[in-house]
């Protein structure tokens, strides 16, 4: 495929999160021509999503040291761009998107960054599609973006370090957090908060998100089984949540439930970087199997914000030929703490009953639990179901159904994210639609 | 600059905050983004781009995912059926 619309630089970064943001700013410090590119509205990430609306009453002051330090160092953001398509030649397409037009752009680069951060895993349960239910950081995603929560009864629920920030923020902007639901037991997440004790500054995030919460119960071990819709059908009304043993039912507006984060490794796999289970192989200087592509943050490993930073800063000196084994020491450490979360969180197999036949497990498609009954993978699920073939292309269904039935995903192929015709036509005649459509598959 | 900015939604005209994206907007008038394969409302679920539940006609463009598209001033909006 030709494009006329290109743009070369020394380096190109996917993902203004954290690890995006310390990536290009050390990159461009030693040098290098820099650009990142990010799907969302603005810089930033998820951990550090600014509030488009209103005074920004969260700004965190590392975020604005961050971003700062970004802007002083020369790399340029481009905001609004889903990455479709790279490969290890150099190539890069996003498709940029505005409210009045959508069309794609190529980028010509020397080194790839991949800093493309973490999404939600979602687990299927009845009534989980009505409007209402979101994820946890979703909701506070939305939050942030202008949707007013203020006296609208919440209930946080799923697992993972997230469920009390997101609590914390939703009550900080007037929700009434009544419960939050962590599923995992205390008997491992006792050892997961003192083992903080080695990570200060991760104890007292925790201590000041409880402080916030005084009026709401944190129940660890207990989970929601059902989402209950008003008469009508169309809205969430109450939860029926359990501990294993009994079950009961609280009233609420809105559920935000997650959980925890699964790594957004697509592109990754479609450049055919190696993976170490469901993770970017890496070395100890961000480099993955592929020639001048690295990657930084999530996708090597869940492990939060403070390993994405120095991930990303080796990362972007990487870039310039430089390597500092104070920061890989300090990543080394963070690594624990990625283990150690893995294990505190980890999902109990009673989640594996949460769906009942009829649940919809495929959003995008309507494929029920009870239609992937009988398969064996998903190449024969995805023929006979269109499960995971919708717009999202399984990223919400396919960490669900690695949960419930084991299933992992077979390939990866471009475009990563749905794109219209038109934005590819109007780019070049010469469009080759053979080319752009060879079968990648991901090299496990 | 106007602190609002009004837009239809669904046929409705509606005032949110500057900044608001068409996501929460949708949310905020409680209207569904779309109507799923087996007719059920649907709405923003991950909130980042993710999950395309969010996604609605916007100035006569079907699936344009809404959490990443700020509202603009007479900016037409409508379930994507």
New interface residues.
């Given amino acids: 495929m030709t494009f006329t619309n290109t743009t070369r630089t020394d380096v190109l970064v996917v993902g203004a999160g954290p690890a995006g943001i310390a990536a290009a700013t050390a990159a461009a410090e030693n040098g290098r021509q820099v650009i990142v590119l990010d799907d969302n509205v603005t810089a930033g990430g998820q951990i550090w999503r600014g509030a488009t609306v209103g005074q920004p009453q969260h700004t965190d002051p590392h975020k604005q040291r961050a971003l700062e330090k970004l802007e002083r160092s020369g790399a340029r953001v481009l905001a609004g761009r889903a990455v479709f398509n790279a490969d290890a030649s150099g190539m890069l397409q996003a498709l940029q998107e505005t409210a009045s037009a959508r069309f794609a752009e190529e980028f010509r680069f020397e080194q790839l960054v991949l800093a493309t951060g973490a999404r939600e895993r979602f687990l299927p349960f009845p009534g989980w599609t009505l409007p209402g239910v979101f994820g946890a950081g979703g909701l506070q995603a939305l939050v942030k973006s202008g949707y007013p929560i203020a006296g609208k009864r919440v209930i946080v629920a799923g697992t993972g370090p997230l469920l009390l920030a997101v609590a914390a923020h939703l009550a900080e902007d007037g929700a009434v957090v009544s419960s939050v639901l962590e599923q995992a037991p205390l008997a491992l997440l006792a050892p997961f908060a003192a083992s903080l004790l080695s990570h200060p500054a991760k104890l007292l995030q925790g201590a000041r998100f409880r402080a916030g919460l005084w009026k709401t119960t944190y129940r660890t071990g207990c989970w929601v089984v059902e989402a209950i819709a008003a008469p009508g059908g169309e809205k969430l009304e109450a939860l029926r949540m359990t501990d294993g043993s009994r079950t009961w039912i609280e009233p609420c507006d809105l559920l935000a439930c997650g959980y925890h984060l699964v790594p957004n490794t697509e592109l990754a796999a479609l450049l055919g970087c190696k993976f170490s289970g469901s993770f970017v192989q890496v070395d100890n200087q961000q480099r993955t199997s592929v020639p001048n592509i690295f990657c930084a943050g999530e996708p090597t490993g869940i492990a939060g914000l403070d390993a994405a930073l120095v991930q990303g800063e080796i990362a972007g000196r990487a870039c310039a030929g430089r390597s500092d084994t104070s920061l890989q020491r300090r990543a080394a450490k963070e690594r624990g703490f990625a283990d150690r979360m893995e294990k505190a969180f980890a999902l109990r197999s009673e989640l594996q009953a949460l769906p009942h036949p009829e649940t919809i497990v495929c959003r995008c498609e309507d494929v029920r639990f009870d239609a992937l009954q009988g398969h064996t993978g998903w190449t024969d699920a995805k023929l006979q179901t269109r499960c995971g073939m919708g717009p999202c292309q399984g990223r919400i269904c396919g960490p669900a159904i690695e949960h419930l039935l084991g299933w992992r995903a077979v390939s990866v192929r471009q475009p990563l994210f749905p794109v219209p015709l038109e934005a590819l036509c109007s780019q070049d005649e010469t469009t080759d639609i053979n080319k752009s459509n060879e079968l990648i598959e991901e090299k496990a | 600059m106007p602190e609002t900015v009004s837009l239809t939604i669904n046929g409705a005209r509606r005032q949110?905050?500057?900044?608001?994206?068409v996501?929460?907007?949708m949310?905020?008038v409680?209207e569904?983004t779309r109507i799923?394969?087996?007719g059920?409302?649907?709405?923003?679920?991950?909130?980042?781009?993710?999950?395309?539940?969010c996604?609605a006609v916007?100035?006569g463009?079907a699936?344009?995912?809404t959490?990443?598209?700020?509202?603009?001033q007479d900016?037409a909006v409508e379930t994507n059926p």
């Fill in positions: 949110v905050a500057r900044g608001t994206t996501a929460a907007a949310l905020l409680q569904p799923s394969v087996t059920e409302p649907r709405a923003a679920l991950c909130g980042m781009g993710i999950c395309f539940e996604r916007v100035n463009v699936h344009r995912r959490c990443q598209i700020l509202c603009e900016m």
